[in-house]
């Protein structure tokens, strides 16, 4: 089924509510429900069995794997990529017979950040430009931009390039990205790109 008010593609068992703006080129797969006021930037790929719950904010290009929450709260720049069945929380306390709607923590996902396969992000927490999460790491705190982070608390074990290759450091603080021949600056435990 094609929406044809929007120039989007959403497959006929997808749930797509009212009042979410969902931007051209979009696709949003088998089984998975976008709750009210949604916002879907264009050219996104929603994969099968995945929850966009109401208020939630994605950029352009983003790219949501297959089985992914993305909870109230979340917000994620453009080209970010969730991996499967990765999920985000947005309740640092929850309890079933406690309501705590009011207490939702947001959580942003930087442009260009990676979140590999049965990650956790624990809400409140800020994701930083080009990270990369890995899969089955359950992030607990803020990531720095560029950082490389796995384990169960995530712990940062190396930088990575806006490319996706890891980055190797000199004594002066620089390194290069061979694939991309991008350069990349570390001064104060922060890594930035060197135009």
Excluded at 147 to 154: E, H, Q
């Amino acid at each position: 089924m094609i929406n044809m008010n929007s120039n989007y593609f959403a497959h006929e068992t997808a749930v797509v509510d009212n009042d979410c703006v969902i931007g051209q080129g979009t696709k949003i797969w088998h089984f998975s429900h976008i709750m009210p006021n949604s916002v879907l930037g264009n050219n996104c790929n929603i994969g099968q069995n995945v929850v966009i719950s109401p208020n939630v904010i994605l950029g352009n290009n983003v790219k949501v794997q297959n089985n992914v929450s993305i909870y109230t709260g979340v917000i994620c720049e453009d080209d970010v990529f969730l991996g499967p069945s990765m999920v985000f929380t947005n309740i640092i306390n929850p309890r079933s017979a406690v309501i705590r709607k009011d207490e939702y923590k947001e959580t942003l996902v930087k442009k260009g950040a990676s979140i590999g396969a049965n990650a956790t992000i624990i809400c409140g927490n800020k994701i930083g430009k080009y990270a990369m999460i890995g899969a089955g790491a359950v992030v607990t705190k803020e990531i720095s931009a560029y950082a490389l982070v796995v384990g169960n608390p995530a712990k940062q074990i190396g930088w990575i390039s806006a490319f996706g290759h890891r980055l190797n450091f000199d004594n002066n603080g620089i390194a290069f990205c061979k694939e991309s021949k991008e350069k990349y600056e570390l001064k104060n435990n922060t890594v930035s790109k060197v135009k």
